[in-house]
């Protein structure tokens, strides 16, 4: 474990010296009179207003995240809290309130005292604290001063579950607060500052506009008259509304008419030549001596950096940061999407999809290097974009891969030429260092509903036909046709559909079960249930192989219920043979969730196979709940039957938490694809952390497919993921090799568990 730093061993030292009991519950022992709270807020007003908008921020930034903010006076006293009221009021029933005072003495080894003690931002997590009462709490604190003179104002602290922490926490907490000094300084100031020196506004880097009681400008700086156009000598109040500045002018309206004062007012501003610049506003009347208003003083400061940087954040998660073209996770999405209203709808939405890849790109990149690489790419993705329709849009799926979405093309005439339009584009040489030369391109082209009905397929069956363009000799396009159809075991052309439509009467599907582990209880919970098919020709086929064709052909509900009943039958010979109950997960397909009958047909097959509904599973996706009103009454009739619902592959899809809150499921299962680089991707690892935290918030359990390392598996087990599954414990097993090697699972789940407690130790 982690060595303490020296000052809370010194602080539980103390505490242990002052013959403190760590079970005992401490309570404050003094505390303000609410008079005395009032003139203590008073003087701190300016100070509480500054902190409160950026303790907003905070909030906002971890929205979903319980947390309370509390902020102390330099002597500990607790005056202001705002944040997470269930955490409000149980430390209420403790004596904490805004009010008590926060010692050593009294309270022992806390995050109050510390934080006005040390220099340096501090944490207590868990039994970092003295008392045992806390060890269940996370507290990250920071002192803020008047930095011009050094003086202690006071501490600012967060206050959340153990099971949240996040030194993250801590950093954003130190910057919050040098941004409070950084305004704190700055109102300060401004204070002192007479109207001779706000004439000299020129020199500030903010914007500055001062009015006389008559809303005529006095004075007006640079930073002003250059963005908005606003003159010296002209009337605020004559302003008109469709003027760029006419939120400028519309709050300084209300100042020199209602004397009212602003601060903090984000506006999001168009300047003269239409670009726009994000502002903090502050206004305020001002007085002379014998307090007569006298005119207005306005202040404009720019945050546009700061929030194109927030932006960027967000817009990174769909786009490619190299060329800014929407990444692969946006193109599966707005393919999903397409699809989804196409099913649920009924009527066929006309979609073509191009697969491009640059020929010869290595070469160019061990001949330029990588980084002139990166610039020809960037100049491909400008050149690709220029030549999209109305209808169009280009991804980069990474490395030299682009993709083209097209939608309502008039057949597939247009869409060659299109595709020949694509080619052409290479015909003139990109320049790279003065130095010109010619790449080419090679196209694969796939159209929806014909060639796949799910964006997965639909996206191989283009990138096949694009390897069939290179195999031609490259730099051309080529339209995908059923021959370009691959699976794990070829050995002849037999169509796969004729031998799929055989494949159910001759009995050639089997179910594998792949166990998931519970991480609470160390055990496997359940299983997956997964088809596989054995065909004569070309032995154990992956689904991903062939689940797009049934879908095609109109099977996959068939084999759907099929997959049903042979799940319920085989978890009642499991109970028969003695094993312990497990869950069982059976995925349904859109075409089975879209039938009029499908809560009667699980009823049934429940019934004839007496399976205790709760033992059974039932995965859908987030697209086939595009159609709310449908998804609500659906579910709520297979929750009524006693059967579990979860979301697969979430985080994929269009789930809104607006509606999340109403559809009867009980777990989300997040998508391996998310899981798979956790420990390398930021962006990753952020979502499947606000996955689970966002699931536990609403109640639901969260499951993580595509488990295969250690690292991936000590990163959920401490984000409190629910359950786990994949190759790490198991793969996907036969209903032999599962009953064979259960147990024996089981017993290495153990010990793997036993042996990471005797590693902490």
């Known amino acids: 474990m982690n060595q303490e730093p020296d000052y809370i061993v010194e602080s539980k030292r103390k505490c242990f010296d002052a013959g403190m009991d760590p079970n005992e519950i401490r309570k404050p022992k003094r505390t303000m009179s609410e008079k005395q709270l009032l003139a203590k807020r008073n003087t701190y007003n300016e100070i509480l207003s500054v902190i409160d908008f950026f303790s907003e921020k905070i909030l906002d930034s971890l929205s979903g995240t319980p947390v309370l903010i509390v902020i102390s006076d330099e002597n500990g006293f607790l005056i202001h809290m705002v944040g997470d009221e269930t955490i409000r009021i149980t430390i209420n029933q403790l004596g904490i309130r805004v009010g008590a005072q926060f010692t050593q003495e009294d309270m022992g080894t806390n995050v109050v005292s510390l934080a006005l003690q040390q220099s340096h931002p501090i944490q207590l997590v868990g039994s970092n604290h003295y008392h045992t009462i ?30 949240l922490h996040n030194p993250f926490f801590l950093t954003m907490l130190s910057t919050v607060v040098d941004s409070i000094e950084r305004e704190l300084l700055l109102r300060k100031q401004n204070r002192k500052l007479d109207m ?38 002209i009337s605020i109040v004559d302003r008109s509304l469709d003027n760029p500045s006419c939120l400028i002018s519309g709050h300084m309206k209300k100042v020199i008419q209602n004397k009212k004062s602003f601060d903090n007012v984000q506006m999001i501003l168009n300047t003269i030549d239409n670009q726009k610049v994000v502002c903090l506003f502050d206004a305020q009347p001002i007085y002379d001596e014998t307090n007569n208003f006298i005119g207005s003083y306005s202040q404009l400061r720019d945050i546009t950096e700061r929030y194109l940087n927030e932006e960027k ?15 692969r996770r946006s193109l599966k999405e707005t393919l999903n999407k397409y699809i989804s209203i196409s099913l649920t709808s009924g009527t066929n939405i006309d979609l073509a999809l ?40 280009v991804f980069r799926m990474g490395g030299d891969e682009f993709i083209f979405l097209f939608s309502d093309m008039t057949g597939q005439k247009e869409v060659t030429q299109k595709g ?41 069956y283009a990138d096949n036909a694009m390897y069939k363009s290179k195999s031609k000799g490259r730099n ?25 439509r055989r494949a159910l009467d001759k009995k050639e599907f089997l179910v594998y079960y792949q166990p998931q582990v519970d991480l609470i209880k160390k055990k496997i919970i359940g299983v997956e249930a997964l088809l596989r098919w054995n065909s004569p020709e070309y032995g154990i086929v992956s689904p991903e192989n062939f689940i797009p064709i049934l879908e095609e052909n109109g099977m996959i509900s068939q084999v759907g219920e099929w997959v049903l009943s042979e799940v319920c039958n085989q978890s009642r010979k499991w109970v028969e043979k003695g094993f312990p109950r497990v869950r069982i997960a059976v995925n349904l397909s859109s075409q089975q969730f879209l039938k009029d009958n499908l809560v009667e047909i699980i009823n049934n097959t429940l019934i004839e196979y007496g399976m205790d509904p709760s033992f059974l599973e039932l995965e859908i996706t987030e697209t086939m709940t595009m159609d709310v009103e449908r998804a609500i009454n659906v579910l709520g009739q297979l929750n009524a039957l006693g059967v579990r619902i979860s979301i697969d592959d979430f985080g994929t899809g269009y789930s809104s938490l607006n509606y999340l809150k109403k559809f ?21 690892s952020n979502i499947v952390s606000t996955i689970i935290s966002m699931a536990h918030n609403l109640h639901l359990d969260v499951v993580a497919e595509g488990v295969e390392t ?10 409190k993921c629910d359950v786990v599954q994949g190759y790490y414990f198991s793969k996907p097993l036969s209903v032999d090799d599962f009953e064979k090697y259960f147990y024996k699972i089981n017993e290495e789940i153990a010990i793997n568990f036993t042996n990471e407690m005797d590693g902490l130790k």
Request: with cysteine.
């Open 313 to 327: 954040h967000n817009y990174l998660a769909y786009h490619d940061e190299l060329t800014s073209l929407p990444n």
């Open 196 to 233: 001779l020196n706000q004439i000299m506004v020129n020199k500030n880097r903010n914007g500055i506009i001062i009015t006389n009681a008559d809303g005529i400008i006095n004075s007006v700086n640079d930073f002003v008259v250059g963005k908005f156009g606003i003159q010296k000598d």
């Open 710 to 719: 250690r690292d991936q598996l000590d990163f959920l087990q401490k984000k």
């Open 420 to 460: 020949k339009q694509i080619i052409d584009l290479f015909d003139t040489p990109f320049t790279i260092n003065n130095s010109k030369f010619h790449v080419t391109a090679s196209i694969g082209i796939a159209i929806y509903p014909n060639d796949g009905t799910d964006a997965e397929t639909f996206m191989v």
């Open 476 to 500: 051309n396009y080529t339209l995908f046709d059923s021959n370009m159809k691959t699976h794990s075991k070829e050995k002849d052309k037999l169509s796969l559909e004729v031998l799929l």
């Open 664 to 684: 009867s499921i009980h777990t989300l299962k997040i998508d391996k694809s998310f899981v798979r680089d956790i420990m390398v991707d930021t962006n990753d």
């Open 354 to 393: 191009m697969f491009l890849d640059l020929d010869h790109f290595k070469t160019i990149n061990d001949a330029f290097g990588h980084s002139n690489g990166d610039v020809l790419l960037k100049q491909v993705s400008s050149r690709l974009t220029e030549c999209l329709g109305d209808y169009g849009k």
């Open 134 to 163: 806390l060890h269940g709490t996370a507290c990250y604190g920071v002192a803020f001063r008047y930095t011009d003179i050094n003086n202690l104002l006071g501490s600012i602290c967060i206050m959340t579950a153990w099971e």
